[in-house]
């Protein structure tokens, strides 16, 4: 089984629907992290978390939520889907901020 | 911008030759880290050099740091058809260690 798991792995969805991404992870990590990657782009951070009581933004939060549920659960919501929200997202986790970091194998949404 | 940007943005090669990749950053840095992504999917960890080293090895891998030139390069030594992916480079910052940040990618193709 995965280190870190995403579901669902592929999603199309209408404007102005919410969507939850989910990830879980079984490394015991305390950080969590969701990124976005668009071509050309390289991947973006959109939120991360150190343990159920911190979340922080990254570089690219507005439009997304996120929720803590407990240390191995971490979930990005996009309250009301646009179409320049079509990418691909990364859940990540690590030990310590300075450590590799674990990659799920991404979640693909589109929104039409 | 980002933080880190590779070069090329795509290289092709013949199998058996060397793969050289390079990334260059703007902001002092704790430690670089260089990933790989196969098509789409999730990214795998390579190698991560500290901030005080100058090169790493890791079986057909080499990586530099100069810091003072803020670039990092990493070498695939006799490439194979199987080495065909994007490969990132990722920088923690020396003084927020809290965060991941990637550059753009180069796509490498080797051709058997």
């Known amino acids: 089984d995965a280190d870190v798991t995403q579901t669902p792995r592929n999603r199309i969805t209408k404007t102005g629907k919410r969507i939850m991404l989910e990830c879980s992870q079984t490394?015991?990590?305390?950080?969590m992290y969701w990124y976005r990657q668009d071509p050309g782009l390289g991947l973006r951070l959109i939120y991360y978390s150190f343990d159920v009581k911190d979340i922080n933004k990254g570089e690219i939060s507005d439009g997304y939520s996120v929720s803590r549920q407990a240390q191995a659960k971490f979930s990005l919501s996009l309250e009301s889907a646009i179409p320049n929200q079509t990418a691909l997202y990364f859940c990540a986790t690590s030990d310590r901020g300075n450590t590799e970091a674990f990659f799920g194998q991404g979640t693909r949404l589109t929104v039409v | 911008s980002q933080q880190g940007e590779e070069d090329p943005q795509a290289l092709s090669i013949q199998e058996g030759e060397n793969a050289t990749m390079n990334c260059s950053y703007k902001?002092?840095?704790?430690?670089l880290q260089w990933y790989r992504q196969n098509s789409g999917r999730g990214l795998v960890h390579l190698i991560l050099i500290r901030s005080n080293e100058r090169e790493k090895h890791s079986g057909r891998l080499r990586v530099t740091l100069d810091t003072s030139k803020k670039s990092s390069s990493l070498l695939i030594t006799a490439s194979r058809a199987a080495d065909t992916a994007s490969y990132f480079c990722?920088?923690?910052?020396?003084?927020?260690?809290?965060?991941?940040?990637f550059g753009t990618g180069t796509r490498l193709q080797v051709f058997p």
């Open positions: 490394k015991g990590h305390d950080r």
């Open positions: 990722a920088t923690v910052l020396y003084y927020n260690t809290d965060k991941l940040i």
């Open positions: 902001t002092s840095i704790n430690n």
